[in-house]
């Protein structure tokens, strides 16, 4: 069972390049997140996913889309890179609403983006 | 204000010290509490849930104050192991939506 895997571990990227980030998780969980990480800013959802096929905005959207085709995996997708993305991504999931600790969130090991 | 403030230290204690931080939400529907610990260039982890009547999990101990709105996490016979980052976060949920928000996280440093 690995839980909430990432890849990449880290990248850098050019001003202006695109990449995804892939989160998968082995956990059967409804709920998945995007957050970033900067310092003295804490954890700032991005976006989220409610179920397969299903995403919503968090608080920090703009630059980012994401995709949720398979429950198992949610994919975050920079277009356009810029150096404000420089930062730590974590993914998260959790279970179902309505399950017992539906919202204890099990993260993901990170992946380091920085952008030149 | 910001939704949820911490203090973010650091917090210098001597090993077997009992330290406490402590944690305030501004929204008064949020419904669930939790302490997560965070070790340099990790991910978050979750150290425990906060109940309303308290909860202790060995040498730590959650409190909740709903009228306050505050959440406290109490250290006991600190470790050196205990030097970490620890985030609180507070869920509302409400019309099908669920939010989290983390506080910016309380570093502490327990000294030999």
């Known amino acids: 069972n690995a839980g909430v895997t990432q890849t990449p571990k880290f990248r850098v990227l050019k001003t202006g390049q695109s990449m995804t980030l892939l989160c998968a998780q082995d956990?059967?969980?409804?709920?998945m997140y995007w957050y970033r990480q900067d310092p003295g800013m804490g954890l700032r959802l991005i976006h989220y996913?409610?179920?397969?096929?299903?995403?919503a905005k968090g608080e920090v959207p703009d630059g980012y889309n994401v995709s949720r085709l398979k429950k198992q995996n949610f994919l975050l997708g920079l277009e356009s890179a810029a150096p404000s993305q420089t930062s730590v991504y974590f993914c998260?999931?959790?279970?179902?609403?309505?399950?017992?600790?539906?919202?204890?969130?099990?993260f993901g090991p990170g992946t380091r983006l920085t952008v030149l | 204000r910001k939704e949820v403030e911490q203090d973010p230290g650091p917090f210098n204690v001597p090993e077997g010290a009992t330290v406490a931080f402590n944690c305030t939400y501004s929204?008064?529907?949020?419904?669930?509490f939790f302490w997560y610990r965070q070790d340099c260039r990790k991910e978050p982890k979750l150290l425990m849930s906060?109940?309303?009547s308290g909860n202790e999990d060995g040498r730590f101990t959650a409190q909740l104050n709903r009228a306050s709105q505050y959440i406290s996490l109490l250290i006991r016979d600190s470790k050196l192991s205990d030097s970490a980052t620890y985030l609180c976060?507070?869920?509302?949920?409400?019309?099908?939506?669920?939010?989290?928000?983390f506080g910016t996280g309380t570093k502490l440093q327990v000294i030999p």
């Open positions: 998260a999931s959790s279970r179902r609403k309505g399950t017992t600790s539906y919202n204890e969130q099990f």
């Open positions: 956990m059967n969980h409804e709920y």
């Open positions: 996913s409610v179920g397969e096929g299903t995403t």
């Open positions: 929204n008064s529907a949020s419904q669930s």
């Open positions: 906060v109940y309303s």
């Open positions: 976060a507070v869920n509302y949920q409400g019309g099908g939506y669920q939010k989290v928000t």
